[in-house]
């Protein structure tokens, strides 16, 4: 069976050049880049010319980057790292739960944490910089925003919430996961402090990632051992996920410079008007009409989000996955819960619309072709679902 995947905001396959660059750390390159014989300067070279090509694509300075082992760690590290007892720190409704998850255990800490203001969106999920230095306290240490959402591809102002940020003299930090590859990224014309990215969404391996920290940053480390990465995180470099993570930061650098962007919004614009035209009663979670034009919402140019009415988005998966087509119904951390997804009901979508959506990502080795092999697909998978759906035969009767 032809398999096609579309679900790269969940993980994206390893590129070959990537492979090449990592796998002679796999096979034959031995030694610690701590050590200082011959194999372990060898490492030490391979992790230090991966750090400059990561610095390339945040635009920043090597020594700036921080080796983590994914997002979930630099997004930790920025928050734990930053904030102290009896601060303030706000983020949003619609954070990855990398994020969510951390700042609830901030509030939880008591006397050892501090308070969260978790600042809603609009109806196209985007959050307004206004009701964030509305949210401003004496006591607020850290602004965390993420750059682009992992389940509808929204791109939130984040060059306008670093200026409050700097005005009112508070850190800022970005989950920029989803972005990194995508979108430019410049933590200078960002104004943040923090940024975190992972490799595996960017086309490395899973099981590393960086976190940019700005120069002067006073960061406490999550973990106690040696002194790696400049004393802010501990443990034995994983040399050849960092070379890998590297060679895809330069992969993704050149891809931008060259339009690899606009070739995958042209791809996912076909693709989203395609079903929007064969489908009825269907439409795009942040970035339908209202949202693109009215209020010129952008998002990355991978991904798009689409409800369904009158079914629900995992028989939908599950079917177009028998049929050869990868997808999900949001992040893939949360794939078996029941509650539907926390970003769509925070754009205040019904229960009904938010179960019946399904997020389509693509990726660097996506094709013209598997763009009309989708097209052909959904909306015939659709239509058979709606066949033995109650609340279709109702709304067609009417």
Excluded at 270 to 294: F, M, P, Y
Excluded at 358 to 383: C, H, M, W, Y
């Amino acid at each position: 069976m032809r398999r096609i995947y579309f679900d790269n905001n969940a993980t994206t396959p390893l590129l070959p050049e990537v492979f090449v660059a990592m796998r002679p750390w796999l096979e034959s390159n031995v030694g610690n880049a701590s050590s200082i014989h011959h194999h372990g300067q060898e490492a030490r070279a391979a992790v230090e010319a991966a750090r400059e090509s990561v610095a390339k694509l945040f635009g920043c300075r090597p020594a700036e980057v921080v080796f983590t082992s994914g997002g979930t760690e630099g997004d930790n590290l920025a928050l734990f790292g930053i904030l102290k007892a009896g601060d303030h720190l706000i983020t949003t409704t619609v954070e990855h739960h990398a994020v969510l998850l951390a700042a609830e255990r901030w509030r939880e800490m008591g006397a050892q944490g501090g308070e969260v203001t978790f600042v809603p969106v609009d109806g196209c999920g985007r959050v307004d910089p206004e009701d964030i230095r509305r949210a401003l306290r004496p006591n607020t240490r850290l602004i965390s925003v993420m750059l682009a959402n992992n389940e509808t591809g929204v791109i939130q102002p984040i060059a306008e919430i670093g200026e409050i940020a700097a005005g009112a003299g508070v850190e800022f930090h970005t989950d920029a996961v989803q972005g990194a590859g995508k979108v430019p990224l410049d933590v200078r014309a960002l104004g943040v402090s923090l940024l975190s990215i992972s490799g595996h969404k960017v086309h490395a391996p899973q099981g590393v990632g960086a976190l940019y920290v700005r120069k002067g940053t006073k960061l406490q480390p999550l973990f106690y051992g040696g002194r790696h990465e400049r004393s802010r995180r501990a443990g034995t470099e994983n040399t050849p996920g960092i070379v890998a993570l590297g060679k895809a930061a330069e992969v993704a650098h050149a891809g931008l410079t060259r339009g690899e962007d606009a070739r995958l919004a042209a791809m996912r614009d076909r693709l989203e008007q395609g079903i929007l035209a064969q489908v009825e009663a269907s439409g795009v979670n942040g970035g339908g009409v209202a949202c693109t034009i009215t209020n010129h919402v952008p998002r990355v140019p991978n991904t798009t989000n689409l409800y369904f009415d009158h079914i629900e988005g995992e028989p939908l998966i599950i079917a177009l996955d028998l049929k050869g087509l990868a997808c999900s119904t949001g992040a893939a951390c949360s794939s078996g819960a029941i509650e539907p997804s926390h970003v769509l009901t925070a754009m205040r979508l019904g229960g009904e619309r938010a179960r019946g959506s399904v997020r389509l990502s693509l990726g660097k080795q996506n094709t013209d072709e598997e763009v009309d092999f989708a097209l052909e697909l959904i909306p015939q998978t659709v239509a058979r679902l709606r066949e033995i759906s109650p609340t279709w035969r109702r709304a067609v009767a009417q």
